[in-house]
C-alpha cells in the first residue's frame, strides 16, 4: 500500500528554520514526482514546491523560492522542504504529494498528484 508520511513540523519564531521530511512506503520511489502543499486556515490548498523524479529540476512558489529548498533522497525514499527565514504567513499544515506517470519535468498542479501524506503543521509565530 502506497504511503507517504510527513514530519518535522513544528512552532518557530520568524526567521527561524524548520526541515519538513516526507518517506514513502510501498512505492518505487524513485519512479515519483513529488511536491509539497500547504493550507493555511480558512484558505484553499497552495503549492508550495516540487521536484522531478531525479532531483534536476525543481519548481518553487514565488513567495518562498528564496527561503525554501526541496530535495529529495531515493536511496532513503525521502523528500524534504528545507524552510529558512520562515514568516506568520508560513503558517499551515504542510502536505507531500506524489505522481508516478512517466514525466520528466516535476508538477504545481495538485490535481497531477495522486498520492497524498496526512500532514504536518507549521506554525510561525511573530
Known amino acids: 500500500q502506497v504511503q507517504l508520511v510527513e514530519s518535522g513540523g513544528g512552532l518557530v519564531q520568524a526567521g527561524g528554520s524548520l526541515r519538513l521530511s516526507c518517506v514513502a512506503s510501498?512505492?518505487?520511489?524513485?519512479?515519483?514526482?513529488m511536491g509539497w502543499f500547504r493550507q493555511a486556515p480558512g484558505q484553499e490548498r497552495e503549492f508550495v514546491a516540487a521536484?522531478?523524479?531525479?532531483?534536476?529540476?525543481?519548481y518553487y512558489k514565488d513567495s518562498v523560492k528564496d527561503r525554501f529548498t526541496i530535495s529529495r533522497d531515493n536511496a532513503k525514499n525521502t523528500v524534504y522542504l528545507q524552510m529558512n527565514s520562515l514568516k506568520p504567513e508560513d503558517t499551515a499544515v504542510y502536505y507531500c504529494a506524489g505522481d508516478s506517470r512517466f514525466t520528466v519535468v516535476p508538477s504545481r498542479s495538485e490535481s497531477d498528484y495522486g498520492v497524498w501524506g496526512q500532514g504536518t503543521q507549521v506554525t510561525v509565530s511573530s
Open positions: 521536484i522531478s523524479r531525479s532531483g534536476s529540476t525543481t
Open positions: 510501498g512505492v518505487t520511489f524513485s519512479s515519483y514526482r
